[in-house]
């Protein structure tokens, strides 16, 4: 008779262990606790469900109990696991349909119960229509909630990819929103320039965003939440949407005496294993590696844990399999922007000691001369020393997944930004300009690791310009038609097509830094300007694409 393969908890990394391991060994006897009433659905489907685009609750459940059956996978829902005894090797816990107390043994063991919400210790959480979201039944209370309440103003904490998902759901339903961030950005995982991006867009959409503030307490009036009162306000608020992260679910490998890791999460081999042989985890309760910085991280995804569940059945069964570790590929939509990222950040390459230089491109999804083309931003970020590529963050209405993807390859590969830039990408009119925008950026990158010219990153300008006035300047090289918008603060104006003719304007002693829309002319100024003897001269990255605040309307 197989091995008896017992499985703790049933949304993503679990019923994908099983399954696997139903494949690799069709004797094992192969058992899956759940505690919630469902199994194996689509938590980052969660935000669709709510809004309507997904009118079939059932289209979130990947596969049921049933199903699994057919498989020789038997599913025991409603059951809490309260205890792990290694030396034993049991389990126990509680029947909540019948109360009864149960004990069961393994052979092999894993363990995958996720994260759950953070829930801040703050005055009013107990208050009607205040709601998390993170499992289906979360879900359910939202959309019970907006049908049978006179929900309209809607205040989100937190300002992540969840809460990001659900303005989008909220405003699609008529609801006023608005979100509240601690943090003095939304999107944290970005640099500020590309959230600063996404903000502007949010708040065209009707969404009030307010940063750099935390949630001080909920008040109610007959039961229900009516207002948030946060560090620096009163915001009404018919219901509240408590999105402020996750953390992982460890209290059972914790009481079990496995490892647990620098991050406060589950330590775990590249081959899935606990501290205890023959007890895997995977999923959201686990750590892992950066396959850039080599140091140990948790960065819960949907994706990662159904790879390491795969990966923790194949080795339980005999097998050699490994998972290397993340980049912290990801994406996510928000009305039409497609907002994605892998790799480091610039602040984050800073922070872990790299002297990192960074290229922000403007790209379409097809040729200039094809109708229809939509744009992303693309920011490529490499290591001044090494030329390796480290991250990128793409944002916008076009491609943003493709160029995503097509660096994470290229993170993978250890490639570096002269190498990416003669990558065989495939070309025609409808699907991509004649040079990628992913070799633009290389190209880019290239010119400034090769001293051709220097980047200046927004919050250093932002900084000078309020300290170092007397020996800094903002040159503004875009052309006369483009000024009816805003400017940066105290620029100078000097069109490209006049910078020749007018470049005595302009002291050679200050350091300069030169803008256009995007980069590329202000590029070709500073190219001009070396040229003709200025020495302290830097392009400023991303340009007034990036620049987001401190801004003034007309010449």
């Known amino acids: 008779m197989g091995k008896r393969l017992l499985v703790i908890g049933g949304v993503a990394a679990g019923p994908k262990a099983a399954a696997k391991a139903r494949r690799c060994n069709p004797e094992m006897e192969i058992l899956i606790y759940q505690e919630e009433e469902e199994i194996s659905y689509a938590g980052c489907g969660l935000p669709y469900y709510i809004s309507g685009v997904i009118q079939e609750r059932d289209k979130l459940i990947s596969r049921t109990p049933g199903k699994f059956a057919l498989d020789g996978i038997k599913v025991l829902r409603r059951r809490r696991i309260e205890g792990i005894d290694p030396q034993r090797r049991m389990i126990h816990g509680k029947n909540l349909e019948s109360d009864e107390a149960f004990e069961d043994h393994f052979d092999q063991l894993v363990i995958a119960t996720g994260a759950e919400s953070i829930r801040p210790k703050i005055e009013g959480l107990h208050l009607k229509n205040v709601f998390y979201l993170r499992s289906i039944f979360d879900a359910d209370a939202i959309v019970e909630a907006l049908k049978a309440e006179t929900i309209q103003r809607v205040v989100i904490a937190g300002g992540g990819y969840i809460g990001l998902e659900m303005a989008e759901s909220l405003i699609e339903l008529g609801k006023e929103v608005t979100i509240v961030e601690l943090a003095p950005q939304i999107l944290t995982l970005f640099d500020e320039d590309f959230a ?309 304007q302009l002291d050679k002693t200050k350091e300069i830094a030169v803008h256009c829309e995007t980069g590329l002319r202000s590029y070709k100024a500073c190219v001009k300007l070396q040229q003709e003897g200025f020495e302290k001269v830097r392009n400023i990255d991303g340009g007034m694409l990036c620049w987001c605040d401190d801004l003034e309307k007309e010449r």
Request: with cysteine.
């Open 196 to 504: 600063g991006i996404l903000r502007r867009y949010l708040e065209t959409k009707g969404i009030k965003i307010f940063t750099s503030e935390g949630i001080q307490s909920l008040i109610g009036k007959d039961g229900r939440v009516n207002q948030i009162r946060t560090t620096h306000r009163e915001i009404e608020a018919d219901a509240v949407l408590l999105s402020l992260g996750v953390r992982p679910r460890i209290d059972l490998a914790r009481r079990a005496g496995l490892r647990i890791g620098e991050t406060g999460a589950i330590w775990v081999n590249e081959r899935m294993e606990t501290s205890v042989e023959g007890i895997y985890a995977a999923g959201d309760c686990v750590e892992t590696t950066h396959l850039i910085t080599g140091k140990r991280v948790w960065i819960p995804l949907g994706s990662t844990a159904n790879k390491q569940g795969r990966v923790a059945a194949v080795n339980l069964c005999g097998g050699h399999a490994i998972f290397p570790g993340v980049m912290g590929t990801a994406i996510f939509k928000t009305f039409e922007f497609n907002v994605a990222k892998t790799g480091l950040s610039l602040k984050e390459a800073e922070r872990e000691g790299f002297h990192s230089v960074q290229a922000i491109v403007k790209g379409y999804d097809r040729a200039h001369y094809i109708p229809g083309g939509k744009e992303s931003t693309l920011k490529v970020i490499a290591d001044q020393n090494t030329g390796r590529i480290l991250g990128a963050q793409a944002i916008g209405k076009g491609p943003s997944d493709k160029f995503i993807d097509i660096i994470a390859m290229a993170l993978h590969g250890k490639l570096t930004a002269q190498e990416l830039s003669n990558v065989d990408l495939a070309y025609a009119p409808p699907f991509s300009p004649v040079l990628s925008p992913v070799i633009v950026a290389a190209n880019v990158l290239t010119n400034k690791l090769e001293g051709k010219v220097r980047g200046i990153p927004l919050s250093e300008v932002k900084e000078k310009l309020s300290t170092s006035k007397e020996t800094f300047q903002v040159l503004d090289v875009r052309e006369e038609d483009e000024l009816q918008g805003p400017k940066i603060p105290g620029s100078h104006w000097i069109p490209l097509s006049k910078l020749n003719k007018q470049k005595g």
